[in-house]
């Protein structure tokens, strides 16, 4: 499995900058950057020190829907409070979620918000799980490069595990069930139950592979019998 780092709109080229060395030291290499430019500033390129080529090699994205567009599970990073999102995961919880999904998918992403405003709401839909660094301080705030740096070292033993595709690895799994879910709600009349809606989709992107397998499995019983 392939881990890739998304910045969205990035406005501080050495926040970029911080972020591409804190993944380097690390041991990842994937950037991706959506609607910025602050990874071609010079600024951006000295606060690197040493993983320039991340920088030059970073894609760039219009939209994050255009950047997740090959990503088969995604975690976003949001600082506000956890109490709405039942799919919460601390940093902790993230490493284990991938390396169970590392068997299973191919392309993970990890997702960083604007410096001033964080991921918006639409932006935060788009991801499987969402996680935030538990902070006491009486101003809980990291910097983009510190709070790459924290998830890059947490995520660093991902690298540990040997890059071999898995054999049942399938692009698309988790898209699929989602988007088989979401038929089933419209064909029982649940589509407008938001609280139902917004349960599943808080769910399933913590599944382990056999659950989703076997909920894959369900789903296509009850479509056939609906069908009969």
């Keep these: 499995m392939q881990l890739h780092i998304i910045l969205v709109s990035p406005a501080r080229p050495e926040n970029v900058g911080a972020a591409a060395r804190a993944m380097k030291t690390m041991g990842f ?6 609607d910025s430019e602050a990874h071609l500033k010079p600024e951006a390129g000295w606060v690197a020190h040493g993983s320039q080529e991340i920088l030059q090699n970073a894609l760039h994205f219009n939209t994050l829907a255009e950047a997740l567009a090959d990503i088969d599970f995604t975690v976003a990073t949001t600082a506000r409070s956890r109490a709405k999102f ?6 902790q919880e993230v490493q284990e979620q991938l390396e169970e999904k590392s068997q299973w998918v191919n392309h993970a992403a990890l997702v960083f918000g604007r410096e001033d405003s964080g991921l918006t709401n639409e932006e935060l839909a788009l991801a499987d799980v969402l996680t935030g660094v538990p902070m006491v301080a009486d101003y809980p705030s990291l910097n983009l490069g510190q709070a790459v740096m924290v998830f890059c070292y947490q995520l660093s033993t991902l690298n540990q595990v040997t ?3 898995p054999e049942n690895a399938e692009a698309g799994q988790l898209l699929a069930l989602r988007a ?9 009349g649940a589509e407008d139950d938001q609280k139902l809606s917004d349960w599943l989709h808080q769910r399933l992107g913590l599944l382990q592979q056999r659950d989703a397998a076997m909920l894959h499995t369900l789903l296509h019983d009850i479509e056939k019998k609906l069908t009969q």
């Excluded at 039942?86 to 940093?91: A, E």
């Excluded at 088989?180 to 029982?188: K, M, T, W």
């Design 29 to 34: 290499a994937s950037l991706r950057i959506v």
């Design 86 to 91: 039942h799919y919460y995961c601390t940093p």
């Design 163 to 165: 890059a071999v595709k």
């Design 180 to 188: 088989r879910v979401g038929r089933l709600l419209e064909n029982i």
